[in-house]
């Protein structure tokens, strides 16, 4: 690989990893405050947080969907419509996020119970998820932003709005959790108040840098055609059919697991974490793909955008290969800083090692796949995603896990092997190059 084309991968994926890098370090903070109110406190964040990933994973494929239409704009070298693809996501989630809200908010109250029924947790759990709710609008507005600036190489200015935002989000949980500068002391509800104000926080940048950085490309200058719209839907659409099945699978897998035992869901829950951290740079890549691909088919060059993905996904697989090697060799050196108890650890230890494993595989799947997305193969992504997880890996875990026996390593074996038979099916995928005849 030519050193000005590694270049070009590493400037727009590592303003991506140092948002996400950020993004977790600000939600471990989040996590110490909302802790010193007690467990029932800290179950009901950390049921809600989940929850609203899931609720919300309907309208964040908008994200995608802008993203590819717009670095196909740039590639074209239209300088007039980039923002294009930006005001159609705009409207349809201004559209679509209240009535979403709206729902959703009528709807916690009978469906929170479900996922604990502990009162205590319940009891601080819902009006935290109502606060979360009512702010999809402006989570949905800011990851539309999110995929314009990664589509014309501005992740920087992504990065620096999730760190205002998150940032924004522990001083307001100061003040909202213990009632400071005279405010008052609100506690759970007060942490899901603060980020929901720190959500409009960001939005309201994206807009500023939106006015100063992408007016001469389109940005809020007319209303999107109806053609507009529809493109960006069919992208958007699937990708979030694909995003919400993905993370009711998360659900049922800690399910499955639950009917193994307490002390594999204590595992899993760790071995989750670590593995949704160690890949945060494979997803930043694959952005980066992303991108890379939708400019080179936006400037009718099929060749170099087949170039592109093969180019990332090797840079993919040193990276996570690197930060694999510690899980497989000394996965206690990891384990240890979460699980205390010598028979939990006993049961991740090996299942870490297989993290590891699978990660090198994987790197390429999770790079592809969003390049994928990027010259606009959603449907077929979706497809994929939801056949092996839903068809092939949940129905497999149940009978490999709780009826055979075999318990979290079985599990853990099968999820493993479900996700690098993925990566395959995305190497074909783009070997095959389909994806280049699709227009956007």
Same mark, same amino acid.
């Given at each position: 690989?030519?050193?000005?084309?590694?270049?070009?991968?590493?400037?727009?994926?590592?303003?991506?990893?140092?948002?996400?890098?950020?993004?977790?370090?600000?939600?471990?903070?989040?996590?110490?405050?909302? $802790?010193?109110?007690?467990?029932?406190?800290?179950?009901?964040?950390?049921?809600?947080?989940?929850?609203? &990933?899931?609720?919300?994973?309907?309208?964040?494929?908008?994200?995608?969907?802008?993203?590819?239409?717009?670095?196909?704009?740039? $590639?074209?070298?239209?300088?007039?419509?980039?923002?294009?693809?930006?005001?159609?996501?705009?409207?349809?989630?201004?559209?679509?996020?209240?009535?979403?809200?709206?729902?959703? &908010? &009528?709807?916690?109250?009978?469906?929170?119970?479900?996922?604990?029924?502990?009162?205590?947790?319940?009891?601080?759990?819902?009006?935290?998820?109502?606060?979360?709710?009512?702010?999809?609008?402006?989570?949905?507005?800011?990851?539309?932003?999110?995929?314009?600036?990664?589509?014309?190489?501005?992740?920087?200015?992504?990065?620096?709005?999730?760190?205002?935002?998150?940032?924004?989000?522990?001083?307001?949980?100061?003040?909202?959790?213990?009632?400071?500068?005279?405010?008052?002391?609100?506690?759970?509800?007060?942490?899901?108040?603060?980020?929901?104000?720190?959500?409009?926080?960001?939005?309201?940048?994206?807009?500023?840098?939106?006015?100063?950085?992408?007016?001469?490309?389109?940005?809020?200058?007319?209303?999107?055609?109806?053609?507009?719209?529809?493109?960006?839907?069919?992208?958007?659409?699937?990708?979030?059919?694909?995003?919400?099945?993905?993370?009711?699978?998360?659900?049922?897998?800690?399910?499955?697991?639950?009917?193994?035992?307490?002390?594999?869901?204590?595992?899993?829950?760790?071995?989750?974490?670590?593995?949704?951290?160690?890949?945060?740079?494979?997803?930043?890549?694959?952005?980066?793909?992303?991108?890379?691909?939708?400019?080179?088919?936006?400037?009718?060059?099929?060749?170099?955008?087949?170039?592109?993905?093969?180019?990332?996904?090797?840079?993919?697989?040193?990276?996570?290969?690197?930060?694999?090697?510690?899980?497989?060799?000394?996965?206690?050196?990891?384990?240890?800083?979460?699980?205390?108890?010598?028979?939990?650890?006993?049961?991740?230890?090996?299942?870490?090692?297989?993290?590891?494993?699978?990660?090198?595989?994987?790197?390429?799947?999770?790079?592809?796949?969003?390049?994928?997305?990027?010259?606009?193969?959603?449907?077929?992504?979706?497809?994929?995603?939801?056949?092996?997880?839903?068809?092939?890996?949940?129905?497999?875990?149940?009978?490999?896990?709780?009826?055979?026996?075999?318990?979290?390593?079985?599990?853990?074996?099968?999820? $493993?092997?479900?996700?690098?038979?993925?990566?395959?099916?995305?190497?074909? &995928?783009?070997?095959?190059?389909?994806?280049?005849?699709?227009?956007?």
């Amino acid at each position: 690989m030519e050193p000005q084309r590694l270049q070009r991968i590493l400037g727009l994926a590592l303003p991506i990893i140092g948002g996400m890098v950020s993004q977790n370090v600000l939600n471990l903070v989040d996590t110490a405050m909302v $802790g010193t109110l007690g467990d029932a406190a800290l179950a009901a964040v950390g049921l809600g947080g989940f929850a609203i &990933f899931m609720l919300q994973a309907m309208v964040l494929g908008v994200s995608t969907g802008v993203q590819a239409t717009a670095a196909r704009r740039k $590639g074209e070298g239209e300088t007039a419509n980039w923002a294009a693809p930006l005001n159609a996501g705009l409207l349809i989630v201004a559209i679509v996020g209240p009535l979403l809200s709206l729902v959703l &908010f &009528f709807l916690v109250p009978a469906f929170y119970p479900y996922l604990n029924s502990d009162p205590a947790v319940i009891e601080q759990g819902v009006p935290y998820l109502e606060a979360r709710v009512l702010a999809i609008i402006f989570v949905a507005f800011n990851y539309a932003f999110r995929g314009y600036w990664n589509a014309v190489d501005r992740s920087k200015l992504y990065m620096s709005t999730l760190v205002v935002m998150h940032s924004s989000n522990i001083v307001l949980n100061y003040i909202l959790i213990f009632g400071k500068f005279g405010a008052p002391a609100l506690g759970v509800l007060g942490a899901g108040i603060a980020s929901a104000l720190s959500t409009v926080v960001g939005t309201a940048m994206y807009i500023y840098l939106g006015l100063r950085y992408a007016r001469e490309n389109g940005f809020l200058k007319r209303l999107p055609s109806g053609s507009e719209t529809r493109t960006l839907v069919r992208l958007a659409l699937p990708n979030g059919v694909q995003q919400t099945l993905f993370s009711a699978g998360f659900v049922m897998t800690f399910w499955i697991i639950g009917q193994v035992g307490t002390a594999e869901v204590a595992a899993a829950n760790v071995l989750i974490n670590v593995t949704l951290v160690a890949i945060l740079p494979g997803l930043a890549l694959g952005m980066s793909a992303s991108t890379l691909v939708g400019q080179a088919l936006g400037r009718g060059d099929p060749e170099d955008a087949a170039r592109w993905g093969w180019d990332v996904s090797k840079v993919g697989v040193v990276v996570l290969a690197i930060l694999a090697l510690p899980m497989v060799v000394v996965p206690d050196w990891i384990l240890l800083g979460f699980i205390h108890n010598p028979d939990t650890l006993a049961l991740a230890r090996l299942p870490m090692r297989l993290v590891g494993i699978s990660l090198v595989f994987e790197a390429a799947g999770l790079v592809l796949m969003s390049a994928l997305l990027g010259a606009g193969d959603a449907r077929r992504v979706m497809l994929v995603s939801v056949t092996t997880q839903w068809l092939v890996f949940l129905p497999l875990a149940y009978l490999v896990g709780p009826l055979l026996g075999f318990g979290l390593l079985g599990i853990w074996a099968l999820q $493993g092997l479900y996700r690098v038979a993925q990566a395959f099916i995305y190497v074909g &995928f783009w070997r095959g190059g389909r994806w280049a005849r699709i227009k956007v």
